[in-house]
């Protein structure tokens, strides 16, 4: 556990780029192959405008990574964070912090997004995307990648999480993230059982419903326990009742032109219906 600690403390770059590029490449071909939904569309053209918005998360992480490294240093140098509380083993420590991590850096702010309605138009760029695929994972108005890396920072300090934790955790976030927005038939039968602990690629889509309730549903995005212990996880067994998109903003005018997209948060709200 040490090692695998050590390693994240100090990860290259070139293994964070070939996690998020090489996820991309990987399940991009998968989807080709094994496709939850065989929807024809114009894949190319819709990924480019996904991959802008991709990109414009990554320097914007990059520019906030010092930020977060010196709030990790700090906490760890100062021992602050429910980390210090009481001793325990290193894997135990692991796993309690990409848990909390989990709780606060992602599935909170995501409720947030839901329930405060600047917050949403926000978020709604995510949500407006009508065929969800591996690219659709990293689809987030600049604004929203700050509030959300803003609360990965929040939970460091809370935690009192060394680096490395928080590496691994992003780590596995990226991954989960091009799992469960990947439109891939990958676990079949076995998706249901495994969606009692973690974030499965048919929970998930069920959140991309073009209409309440369910859009407002599983919110996690590592671990389903937390959907789980606050009321919010929902499963559908059959995927085709399924249809992605949100019902306010269904025109391919507005859900695919990166510069409407971009103005979404300054946009009139528009209040989503009830299935």
């Known amino acids: 556990m040490e090692q695998l600690i050590d390693f994240f403390t100090n990860i290259p770059t070139s293994f964070r780029a070939t996690l998020l590029v090489g996820g991309l490449v990987i399940f991009w071909t998968v989807e080709g192959i094994i496709p939850l939904h065989r929807v024809k569309y114009k894949k190319w053209q819709h990924a480019w405008v996904n991959i802008f918005f991709t990109l414009a998360s990554i320097v914007i992480g990059f520019g906030m990574a010092g930020l977060l490294l010196l709030t990790s240093d700090y906490v760890v140098e100062n021992r602050i964070g429910l980390l210090y ?32 309605k600047r917050l949403w138009q926000i978020h709604l760029i995510h949500h407006s995307d ?26 460091t300090m809370i935690i009192g999480a060394p680096i490395g934790m928080v590496m691994l955790y992003q780590s596995l976030s990226v991954l989960f993230t091009h799992l469960t927005h990947a439109n891939v038939e990958i676990f079949g039968k076995l998706d249901k059982p495994l969606s009692y602990l973690f974030v499965t690629p048919n929970m998930h889509k069920v959140h991309h419903h073009y209409r309440l309730p369910l859009t407002d549903t599983n ?5 389903s ?4 212990l606050f009321g919010t996880f929902a499963y559908v067994d059959d995927m085709k009742n399924i249809r992605y998109g949100i019902d306010t903003h269904m025109d391919s005018k507005e859900h695919s032109k990166i510069s409407n997209l971009l103005a979404m948060p300054f946009q009139k709200y528009r209040s989503p219906q009830n299935d």
């Open 85 to 116: 509380l009481i001793e325990l083993p290193l894997w135990t420590q692991v796993v309690f912090s990409v848990l909390l991590m989990d709780l606060i850096g992602a599935y909170s702010i995501h409720w947030l997004e839901h329930k405060v």
């Open 130 to 155: 009508t065929n969800v695929d591996v690219t659709t994972g990293l689809r987030h108005h600049p604004f929203e990648t700050f509030l959300r890396i803003s609360f990965t920072i929040l939970a």
């Open 219 to 223: 919110y996690g995005n590592i671990f």
């Open 225 to 228: 326990i937390w959907d789980r």
